[in-house]
């Protein structure tokens, strides 16, 4: 069994910047893909960023060239690392692990005033 715990999210204005936390416990952390989605009020989940187990990694359109996501194996962690921030990207924060099944963590709230 995995589990994902978020922190880091939080009150901050546009323009400003917050980093996502995403510690996961269980021995497959190394071997899975990880990915932070968001959700909005009335809209549906979307993937925000993704990182194998190589490093390699992706973006929505929408945040590309703003948002950075890494890894920490020796921690068990992914970051997500928010810049330049917009109203628009206020949503609940989710952290996903991929291997063989897909786990989620509690979500961690991230508003953005204008």
């Known amino acids: 069994q995995v589990q994902l715990v978020e922190s880091g999210g939080g009150l901050v204005q546009a323009g400003g910047s917050l980093r996502l936390s995403c510690a996961a416990s269980?021995?497959?952390?190394?071997?899975?893909?990880m990915g932070w989605y968001r959700q909005a009020p009335g809209k549906q989940r979307e993937l925000v960023a993704g990182i194998t187990s190589g490093g390699v990694t992706n973006y929505a359109d929408s945040v590309k060239g703003r948002f950075t996501i890494s890894r920490e194996n020796a921690k068990n962690t992914v970051y997500l690392q928010m810049n330049s921030l917009k109203p628009e990207d206020t949503a609940v924060y989710y952290c996903?692990?991929?291997?063989?099944?897909?786990?989620w963590g509690q979500g961690t709230q991230v508003t953005v005033s204008s």
């Open positions: 996903n692990a991929k291997f063989l099944a897909a786990y």
């Open positions: 269980g021995s497959i952390f190394s071997i899975s893909t």
